[in-house]
């Protein structure tokens, strides 16, 4: 959808993990030292986003800041508060409205939902969960209710489960948020770890200040090769190019999935078979040109090489400009633990890691 003046402040847009949401992997830990913060995390949250990170992503020419949090982070315990990180976050926004960009508060990892690992009790099918999880989100609004820059997303990539299970569970939060704030911008994204797919089974929210969200990762064998947590590309264990030829696109399929059959029309694996994926997305965009579709993450793993995830960006936000979609992309810093690293910055420098990624994220994008 096109920009209208609600979220006309949220066109492009730089994502942030692996500070308070990806700091450690859980999946290498036991399930008991899972959901206990450390004090080595609590000197992470306090020091590895500073004010002159939120100063350089605004000189990039970014809007705002997607900004993901995990809800242990905030809470020990239903209703008992983290205070220092709730602090940090505060301090957080106060240099977002310093370099004039707006924020997205993001919920990257609910209990009961953990996009990258099962867990033994699921949010869409327990009620105190789905209680604290609306509480939560009305302490942030009682917290930052005065702060009109700052959009809340509700959940990022709500796992495979029934729609009508987490439709109903969005619906009530943001009523619960709608009674003490009418006019709070929240983002909903649907089932599927928020695949364009998936926005079908979204219902119609009737509420201008709620935007819709989709991600893309795809082909995913590209964005995520020699990925160390999933195991399709660690078992094919190839570098991949963007553009190619779809001979190794096809074969990762055969041998993980014994079915190559989704790139029976493409012998390329290009702009125009980024143009097909999108196409749940335009779609929706053309079904309901009152709503604000958002693309909130996209991104590929660190150790692809430079130039071809540079060619697949620019394609990507070339794809997204052209339909008037706005974007953040995934992401600005990760952690030297995290599994599969998305950054886009050097470690050290915290800068671009090149001048035509700084082109790109610009709008400046050039096809591959």
């Known amino acids: 959808m096109k920009d209208n003046n609600l979220f006309a402040g949220f066109r492009r847009g730089m994502g942030i993990g692996g500070w308070l949401t990806n700091y450690k992997r859980f999946n290498v830990l036991p ?34 800041v997607r900004l993901g949090f995990d809800q242990i982070v905030l809470e020990s315990a239903s209703g008992v508060w983290r205070e220092p990180v709730f602090r940090k976050i505060d301090e957080f926004l106060g240099w977002c409205r310093k370099y004039r960009l707006n924020a997205v508060l993001n919920l990257h990892k609910a209990i009961g939902n953990y996009c990258d690992i099962a867990e033994p009790v699921s949010l869409l099918e327990d009620a105190a969960l789905q209680e604290r999880f609306i509480a939560l989100w009305r302490e942030i609004e009682r917290r930052w209710h005065r702060e009109d820059s700052v959009a809340f997303e509700l959940l990022n990539e709500v796992r495979d489960v029934p729609p009508e299970q987490w439709n109903r569970l969005a619906h009530r939060t943001i009523e619960a948020i709608r009674r003490v704030n009418p006019e709070r911008r929240i983002i909903v994204g649907s089932i599927c770890w928020n695949s364009p797919e998936a926005l079908a089974f979204l219902p119609q929210f009737d509420d201008p200040a709620v935007a819709c969200t989709f991600h893309c ?21 190839r570098k991949m190019r963007y553009p190619d030829d779809a001979a190794p696109y096809r074969e990762y399929r055969e041998l993980v999935e014994g079915n190559s059959s989704r790139y029976d029309k ?35 793993i660190r150790h692809c090489r430079l130039e071809y995830r540079e060619n697949w960006m620019a394609d990507l936000i070339g794809l997204l400009e052209e339909h008037g979609i706005p974007w953040c992309a995934w992401n600005y810093l990760s ?16 800068e671009l890691l090149s001048p035509r990624l700084k082109e790109i994220l610009q709008g400046k994008t050039t096809r591959s």
């Open 31 to 64: 399930e008991a030292w899972r959901r206990p913060i450390t004090v080595g995390d609590l000197e992470h949250f306090e020091c590895y986003i500073t004010e002159e990170d939120i100063r350089r992503i605004a000189s990039w020419g970014m809007d705002h």
């Open 217 to 237: 990762y795809e082909p995913f064998e590209f964005t995520h090769q020699q990925g160390v947590l999933q195991p399709g590309p660690l078992y094919y264990n």
């Open 266 to 300: 493409f012998d390329r694996i290009d702009r125009a078979y980024l143009e097909h994926l999108l196409e749940p997305a335009f779609d929706f965009q053309r079904k309901r040109p009152g709503t604000t579709l958002w693309c909130g993450e996209f991104g590929t």
């Open 335 to 350: 952690t030297p633990n995290d599994g599969n690293r998305f950054s886009l910055v050097d470690d050290d420098s915290r």
